[in-house]
């Protein structure tokens, strides 16, 4: 098993930066695929970044290609999401999701066995 924790939200002015973090605990942290959703108030949760077990194949959405940056510290049970050049379109919570028995990165949520609480990301124009 996995338990997530998210932090590193808050409200930011649009062309801002934020980090978020994931403490993960659990044996399978390091053998799991790790990604990071979002969701907008009145939207579905949506693919932002993941990331593989041995940190080389990163996958990002179209929308935030070139802004954000997923990353891992398998050591210390972490993974990140830099986020830079923020708008306000990336208004929403983010999730930290683990994906334990998959092979390749999935951009489907249901592909995920463990998700964190969220932490809100508020871009203002």
């Known amino acids: 098993q996995v338990q997530l924790i998210e932090s590193g939200g808050g409200l930011v002015q649009a062309g801002g930066s934020l980090r978020l973090s994931c403490a993960a605990s659990?044996?399978?942290?390091?053998?799991?695929?790790m990604g990071w959703f979002r969701q907008a108030p009145g939207k579905e949760r949506e693919f932002v970044a993941a990331?593989?077990?041995?940190?080389?194949?990163?996958r990002y959405a179209d929308s935030v290609k070139g802004r954000f940056t997923i990353s891992r510290e398998n050591a210390k049970n972490t993974v990140n999401l830099q986020m830079n050049s923020l708008k306000p379109e990336d208004t929403a919570v983010y999730y930290c999701?683990?994906?334990?028995?998959?092979?390749?990165?999935?951009?489907?949520?249901?592909?995920?066995?463990?998700w964190g609480q969220g932490t809100q990301v508020t871009v203002s124009s």
């Open positions: 990331i593989t077990r041995n940190g080389i194949i990163r």
């Open positions: 659990g044996r399978t942290f390091s053998s799991s695929i």
């Open positions: 999701a683990a994906d334990a028995d998959s092979s390749s990165v999935s951009q489907e949520s249901w592909e995920y066995d463990y």
